[in-house]
């Protein structure tokens, strides 16, 4: 029998301690049920403890899920954030094993509409339309601020498939323009309504758009910015583990290249050493997002938006994703 204890020992803290045959602990503002104490768990829970008992071997995964989705709105609700999560667990073919959180709000995207540009990108490659070995020469007015490796690449050439994966892996700025004209045939306009028409294909909701480039001030003055939804994320990126974005052999290239993300201070600081999160971020002034996959023995998709109105307190945005993927983990690994 598997327990998720559900304490209250932090407003919206989800710190899971796995106790050998007894339980998951779940660090939570209080929800439903009766009150234990255990004196075990006293190093990672408080003495106020209530607990919903999810028995792993009389309850269908949508329960036990629909256990944890409660217990991580908890949370949220505790956080004072705009937050929507998608799980999707990528060893169940029915759609049973996955939930969502707000899953569908629009969020201000950052760099995770770049998951979009690279599915629109792969979709070209897979047609014909556009190759990986193809070159381009960076220009020095292609070159824009914020993340990357870029900033003194005018003159230098590189192949489309470099481009892609500093794209994602380093969440290069000025790759990730190159890219969006790469898909206009040269033009940026043509580029973001060819990005919106793969939106569409994907089945992806209108609530996922990309309408600027990167770093692009001038939009972001005027109102104009790029969004994303949880689930359109994670369906995405279940697409790459299934090998369905453009291609198996296309899939797997972005593959290897979300496994180097270089930001890991979320999502995959919940995770056990030794567990690979191949994984996309996001982070604006207002907005900390981060989603991927985790390549457990049980894989999952995760994918976790954080938006405040004004600024956002990174530290307690990492913090929230933190225990949340950790109470994933906990949660899907018995």
């Known amino acids: 029998m598997v327990r998720f204890c559900i304490s209250a020992k932090t407003a919206g803290a989800l710190a899971v301690c796995a106790l050998a045959g007894a339980c998951a602990c779940v660090g939570l503002s209080a929800c439903g049920g009766s009150s234990s104490a255990s004196s075990s768990a006293s190093s990672s829970a408080s003495t106020s403890t209530q607990?919903?008992?999810?028995?792993?071997d009389r309850q269908s995964s949508s329960d036990r899920f629909a256990s944890l989705e409660q217990s991580i709105g908890q949370g949220i609700d505790a956080s004072g954030m705009d937050v929507s999560v998608a799980f999707i667990d990528l060893t169940d073919d029915s759609g049973s094993a996955a939930f969502d959180i707000n899953g569908d709000e629009s969020h201000v995207s950052a760099s995770m509409i770049k998951l979009l540009i690279v599915a629109t990108l792969l979709d070209q490659v897979n047609s014909g339309l556009a190759s990986?070995?193809?070159?381009?020469?960076?220009?020095?007015?292609?070159?824009?601020?914020?993340?990357?490796?870029?900033?003194?690449?005018?003159g230098m050439s590189y192949t489309f498939a470099d481009l892609m994966d500093r794209m994602i892996y380093a969440s290069d700025n000025t790759a990730t323009n190159?890219?969006?004209?790469?898909?206009?045939m040269g033009n940026a306009e043509t580029g973001m309504a060819n990005i919106n028409a793969e939106a569409v294909a994907l089945g992806l909701s209108e609530n996922t758009r990309i309408n600027r480039l990167m770093m692009d001030t001038t939009a972001l003055a005027?109102?104009?910015?790029?969004?994303?939804?949880?689930?359109?994320?994670?369906?995405?990126?279940?697409?790459?583990?299934?090998?369905?974005?453009?291609?198996?052999?296309?899939?797997?290239?972005?593959?290897?290249?979300?496994?180097?993300?270089?930001d890991t201070d979320a999502?995959?600081?919940?995770?056990?050493?030794?567990?690979?999160?191949?994984?996309?971020?996001?982070?604006?002034?207002?907005?900390?997002?981060?989603?991927?996959?985790?390549?457990t023995d049980k894989p999952y998709v995760l994918v976790v938006l954080c938006q405040q109105e004004g600024a956002i307190s990174s530290s307690a945005a990492h913090s929230l994703m933190i225990d949340i993927s950790r109470a994933v983990y906990e949660a899907t690994q018995v």
């Open 178 to 184: 190159i890219i969006i004209k790469k898909v206009g």
């Open 51 to 56: 607990m919903v008992e999810v028995v792993n």
């Open 222 to 262: 005027q109102g104009i910015d790029n969004y994303i939804t949880a689930n359109d994320a994670a369906t995405i990126l279940k697409m790459i583990y299934n090998g369905e974005l453009g291609n198996a052999e296309l899939s797997a290239q972005v593959l290897e290249s979300l496994k180097r993300q270089s």
């Open 267 to 295: 999502l995959p600081a919940g995770l056990p050493d030794g567990v690979t999160f191949a994984g996309k971020t996001g982070t604006l002034t207002n907005a900390e997002n981060d989603g991927g996959i985790a390549l």
């Open 132 to 154: 990986l070995d193809d070159m381009y020469t960076v220009q020095a007015d292609d070159i824009v601020g914020g993340t990357g490796t870029l900033s003194g690449a005018a």
